[in-house]
């Protein structure tokens, strides 16, 4: 997986920012709460994200793709290497990873990003 792709693609959601933390981690954050990341420096995972309950058990069962490390508890997973997933997966994953993370945000800020949205189109 080319980062700079992984980067565009997870920028092209709405509201998506992007954010270095932990000294080397590429954040993507919708109303200040993360939704995918992935390490700018050789790491043991290149990508890790938000899934559904149920979609965990699938995907670390799977081989390449192992619970993230500090928030497997929120059901996140990482990916060991770039092709654990096909492309067409892993967007889909990373889409609904958005998803997941943009519907539990509070119903105001919620708002307040769609308002700015209308704001700018």
Not at 4 to 27: K, M, N, Q
Not at 94 to 120: C, D, E, I, W
Request: glycine share 4%.
């Amino acid at each position: 997986m080319n980062l700079d792709w992984f980067r565009r693609y997870c920028l092209s959601f709405p509201h998506a920012t992007e954010h270095i933390l932990w000294g080397g981690d590429l954040v993507f954050k919708v109303g200040g709460k993360m939704f995918a990341a992935a390490p700018l420096d050789p790491a043991p995972v290149c990508v890790s994200f938000k899934c559904t309950p149920e979609e965990f058990a699938d995907l670390t069962a799977r081989p390449g793709i192992i619970p993230a490390p500090y928030s497997a508890r929120y059901f996140w997973v990482a990916l060991e290497y770039e092709d654990a997933l096909p492309v067409a997966e892993l967007k889909r994953l990373l889409r609904q990873s958005y998803g997941l993370v943009f519907a539990k945000l509070p119903k105001k800020t919620q708002a307040q990003l769609a308002a700015h949205h209308q704001r700018q189109n």
